[in-house]
């Protein structure tokens, strides 16, 4: 009787998709972050609706969350979802993904 494989998944092979999954988010993220910021008024709704005063937005940006936040405010407008998507040349849904990729990665120090 032939004998079953056994396909051994290595975890750094996981971790690291995990790691290129989160760091093009962030990426993703950081371009919606420099999107938002180019037109004064679409910062400004930005900060009024987050309650993020302009000269803490170093110190908010990097609190966990802030990224999925700011790719969930992008989202929630879908003609500046399209305008943004257009302009990196990617699908809208491609946002959506990178924000549940952010939502859902694990904090530093904890293992993915």
Not at 41 to 70: C, E, K, M
Not at 99 to 112: I, K, N, Q, S, T
Request: no cysteine; net charge neutral.
């Amino acid at each position: 009787m032939p004998q079953a494989r056994v396909i051994r998944m290595w975890p750094h092979s996981r971790t690291r998709k995990t790691r290129q999954q989160q760091a093009g988010a962030e990426a993703l993220a950081i371009a919606a972050l420099a999107f938002l910021t180019a037109e004064p008024a679409r910062f400004a709704r930005f900060l009024d609706l987050t309650g993020i005063a302009v000269n803490s937005i170093r110190a908010a940006a990097r609190a966990p969350g802030f990224l999925a936040g700011v790719l969930d405010h992008l989202a929630a407008e879908e003609p500046m979802l399209l305008e943004f998507a257009a302009g990196q040349e990617i699908d809208p849904t491609d946002v959506l993904a990178a924000r549940d990729v952010l939502a859902h990665a694990p904090r530093e120090g904890e293992p993915p």
